[in-house]
């Protein structure tokens, strides 16, 4: 197994994976448990930001840490940036907004 990932996905269930530094477009390795997986990257991503491990059509909550944090406001394809330009948070919404 190679030392070397990009991204990685705390669980197996997770529909993103976190860049561990910035990131160009192109191919990035994805580390999801004991796997490392290629990744082929849309365009940049910065440090600490998410990409889609998978399709995520509009609609779909996205999980990150084993849990729902978001939903996609547009479909997002494997390898793009997932960000606030195409997901909403489901975490940590005042009361009103609920």
């Known amino acids: 197994m190679s030392t ?3 991204l990685l996905a705390i669980k197996a269930d997770d529909d993103v994976g976190v860049a561990l530094r910035d990131l160009s477009e192109g ?8 796997t490392i997986l290629p990744i082929s990257l849309r365009g940049p991503v910065p440090l ?3 990409v889609a491990r998978r399709d995520l059509p509009r ?3 996205v999980r990150k840490y084993g849990a729902v944090i978001g939903e996609a406001i547009a479909d997002i394809a494997a390898g793009e940036h997932v960000h606030v330009h195409n997901m909403r ?5 005042r009361r009103e907004e609920a």
């Open 27 to 34: 191919v990035a390795q994805l580390r999801a448990g004991d």
């Open 4 to 6: 070397r990932w990009d």
């Open 48 to 50: 600490g930001h998410k």
């Open 89 to 93: 948070s489901l975490r940590a919404r």
């Open 59 to 61: 609609g779909t909550h």
